[in-house]
C-alpha cells in the first residue's frame, strides 16, 4: 500500500525540481541580458571618450582616415559609403534572383525540384563566409577582369557580387514567405477572372507580397553590412572614398578587423575610434533590420481583411 | 439517373456523368444537370456536398488544385468546355466566379473592376465599363466620387459587391456565385440578394448556397446535392413544397444538417 507521506514527498521534491529548473533558465536568460549590456556598455563608454576628443561632426563628415598623420583625421565617411556599396551592391544581385527563385518555388516549381531547391538553399547558408571570400578573390575577380581589363586586383563588384550570393538563401527564403502569407483565394480570384497566371503573379501575387519581400531584402542588407570576410578579402582593406565598383574599399566592418592585429594601444584615441566605429555599424544594422520588422508588421496589417 | 426537371429554355450549361476527384477522395460522383440561360439555379446541400465543386467544375477551376482530376463533360453553348483545343483562361473569362471569402485586391476600387478587362485586352471605354459594373453591382453611388479608394477600406459587404463588379466588368455569359452572402450580415445579404435579382434577366446565375431559404428566395430552380451525388433537380418551388427523395425533405426540414 502506498502512504501518503510518500506521495506528498514526491510532490515536494517535484516542486524543487521545478524550481532549480525555472532558476536554471532564468540564469541562461540572464547571461545574455548581462553580455548585451556589457557589450553596449563598453561600446558607448569607448565610443564617448573617443566623440568628446574629436567632435561628431567631424567624424562623421570628414573623409579621410589617418589616425597616425600628424594632424589626425578619423573621417567614417568612406567606410560608411563602403559599407552601403556593399550593401546595396548586395542587394542589386540578390534581389532579382531571390524573389524570382521564390515566385518559382511558390508558383511553379514541382515537390521534387521545390525539394532540391530548398536543400541547395540551405548548403548555401552553411557556406563559411571566408570560403566565399576565396571564391570572389580566386574566381570572381579574374573573370571580371577578363571582361573588364581596368578591375584592381581587390574590388568592390566581386565582393557586392559574392555577398549577393551570401544572403540570397536570406533574400530567397524569406521572400517565400511573404509569398505564402498572400491568401490563396486572393490569388484564385485573379485567375478565375481570366488572367493567366503570369499576370496574376505580377499584378497580384506581387505587390501583395512587396511589403514583406522590401523587408526580407532588408534584412539580408543588415547581414550585408555585417559581413568582413569576404569583403575583407575581394575588395581589400584600404580607406578611400570612391564609388567606382572596379576599385577596392573599406567596409566599417572590414575595418574593425584590424583593432584585432594589435597597433593601436589601449586607452588611445585610435584605440577608442575603434568602438565609435562599431557604434556606427551597430545603429546602421539595428535600424536596418528594425525598418525591415516595421514592414513586415505592417504589410501582414495591410492585408488584413 | 434523375434528369433536370421540367423547363422548355435551352440550356447553356449542360453537365454530363460528371465526376471529380481529389486524390483519392471523391468530391462529385456522375453529376448530370442542365442549366437553362436567364435563369437562377441554386445548388444546395449539407457542407462537404460537393457545391462549391460543382461550381468550379463550370469555370475548369477544380484543375488548380494539385490532385485534382475531372471525368465527364460540361458543355457550354454546345462546346465540350474541357475539350482538347479549350483555353482554360478563355473559359474563365465567359463564366465568371465570385467567391465564398470576400477578396478584394490591394488596389483602388477602379483597378480592382478594371483588372479582368485589362487582363483580356479591352481596348474600349473602361471608365464607362467599370461605371456600369459598379452600377449593376449596386457600388456605384457608394463609390462614385471616389474610385481611388483601397478596396481594402471598403465595408465586408460592400467588398462582395465590388468581387461581383469585377466580374460583371467581364461581361460573362454565366455568373456563378459560390456563398456569396455566407460572411455577411443580415442587410448586407439582402442587399446583394436583391442585386442577384436584377441581374437575373441578363446573366444566368448558378449559386452555391447553405443556405436554403435563400436558395427559395432567389431560385427558378434548384439542384439538391448530397456526398457528392445530385438526389433532385427541378422547380424550387416544387423542390421544396414537394420533394421526391426523403433525404432532400429530410434536409429541407432541417432534420439532416
Known amino acids: 500500500m502506498m502512504p501518503q507521506g510518500v506521495a506528498g514527498a514526491g510532490t515536494a521534491s517535484r516542486a524543487a525540481g521545478e524550481r532549480l529548473v525555472a532558476h536554471v533558465l532564468l540564469a541562461c536568460t540572464v547571461i545574455a541580458v548581462v553580455t548585451l549590456a556589457a557589450v553596449l556598455a563598453v ?13 561628431p561632426w567631424r567624424f562623421l ?3 579621410t582616415w589617418a589616425p597616425a598623420a600628424e594632424e589626425a583625421r578619423f573621417g567614417v565617411l568612406p567606410l560608411v559609403v563602403g559599407t552601403v556599396q556593399i550593401a546595396v551592391g548586395a542587394a542589386v544581385f540578390a534581389l532579382p534572383v531571390g524573389v524570382m527563385t521564390a515566385v518559382y518555388l511558390h508558383q511553379y516549381a514541382s515537390r521534387r525540384a521545390t525539394r532540391l531547391l530548398s536543400g541547395v538553399t540551405a548548403l548555401m547558408s552553411s557556406v563559411p563566409t571566408v570560403v566565399y571570400g576565396l571564391f570572389a578573390l580566386h574566381f570572381v575577380t ?13 574590388n568592390a563588384l566581386s565582393a557586392c557580387m559574392v555577398v549577393g550570393l551570401m544572403i540570397l538563401p536570406t533574400v530567397t527564403v524569406l521572400s517565400r514567405e511573404a509569398l505564402d502569407s498572400v491568401p490563396a483565394p486572393l490569388l484564385n480570384a485573379g485567375l478565375a477572372l481570366g488572367a493567366p497566371k503570369g499576370r496574376v503573379v505580377a ?3 506581387l505587390p501583395a507580397a512587396s511589403g514583406g519581400i522590401l523587408a526580407a531584402v532588408l534584412i539580408a542588407m543588415a547581414r550585408a553590412v555585417g559581413e568582413t570576410m569576404i569583403v575583407t578579402l575581394a575588395a581589400g582593406n584600404e580607406s578611400r572614398l570612391t564609388w567606382s565598383p572596379f576599385e577596392g574599399l573599406q567596409t566599417l566592418t572590414a575595418f574593425l578587423t584590424q583593432l584585432g592585429t594589435g597597433d593601436a594601444a589601449t586607452g588611445t584615441r585610435e584605440f577608442q575610434a575603434f568602438f565609435a566605429v562599431g557604434a556606427v555599424l551597430f545603429v546602421g544594422t539595428y535600424g536596418i533590420h528594425m525598418a525591415g520588422r516595421m514592414l513586415v508588421s505592417r504589410s501582414v496589417g495591410r492585408r488584413g481583411q | 439517373m434523375k434528369r433536370p426537371a421540367a423547363t422548355t429554355d435551352a440550356p447553356v450549361l449542360t453537365a454530363e456523368r460528371l465526376s471529380v476527384r481529389f486524390g483519392r477522395s471523391i468530391a462529385l460522383r456522375d453529376v448530370s444537370l442542365a442549366i437553362p440561360r436567364g435563369r437562377i439555379v441554386s445548388i444546395i446541400g449539407p457542407s462537404g456536398c460537393g457545391k462549391t465543386t460543382l461550381l468550379r467544375c463550370f469555370s475548369r477551376m477544380n484543375e488548380l488544385v494539385s490532385g485534382a482530376s475531372t471525368s465527364g463533360t460540361v458543355h457550354f453553348a454546345g462546346t465540350d468546355l474541357y475539350g482538347p483545343d479549350i483555353d482554360p483562361v478563355e473559359v474563365r473569362r465567359r463564366i465568371g466566379m465570385v467567391f465564398q471569402e470576400t477578396t478584394p485586391f490591394p488596389k483602388s476600387v477602379f483597378d480592382n473592376i478594371a483588372f479582368g478587362p485589362r487582363a483580356s485586352g479591352f481596348a474600349g471605354d473602361l471608365q464607362g465599363l467599370v461605371e456600369e459594373a459598379l452600377t449593376d453591382a449596386g457600388l456605384w453611388s457608394e463609390v462614385a466620387d471616389d474610385l481611388d479608394t483601397p478596396a481594402l477600406e471598403l465595408s465586408a459587404g460592400q467588398k462582395q459587391r465590388l468581387c461581383i463588379a469585377r466580374t460583371l466588368a467581364l461581361k460573362p455569359d454565366v455568373l456563378l456565385l459560390d456563398e456569396p452572402t455566407s460572411a455577411l450580415d443580415p442587410e448586407a445579404t439582402a442587399r446583394i440578394e436583391s442585386i442577384i435579382r436584377a441581374l437575373s434577366p441578363r446573366y444566368t446565375i448558378v449559386i452555391a448556397t447553405y443556405n436554403r431559404w435563400q436558395a427559395a428566395r432567389l431560385s427558378d430552380l434548384t439542384a439538391f446535392l448530397d456526398r457528392g451525388e445530385l438526389l433532385e433537380y427541378g422547380l424550387t418551388e416544387t423542390l421544396f413544397t414537394n420533394p421526391r427523395e ?5 434536409y429541407l426540414t432541417g432534420r439532416t444538417q
Not at chain 1, 561600446?43 to 567632435?55: H, I, K
Not at chain 1, 579574374?142 to 581587390?154: D, M, R, S
Not at chain 2, 426523403?246 to 429530410?250: F, L, Y
Request: aromatic letters at 8%; a negative charge.
Open chain 1, 142 to 154: 579574374p573573370v571580371l577582369q577578363v571582361l573588364w581589363p581596368g578591375v584592381e586586383a581587390f
Open chain 1, 43 to 55: 561600446l558607448v563608454r569607448e565610443a564617448g571618450l573617443f566623440l568628446a576628443d574629436v567632435s
Open chain 1, 61 to 63: 563628415t570628414e573623409i
Open chain 2, 246 to 250: 426523403a433525404r432532400t425533405e429530410s
Open chain 1, 203 to 205: 499584378r497580384i501575387l
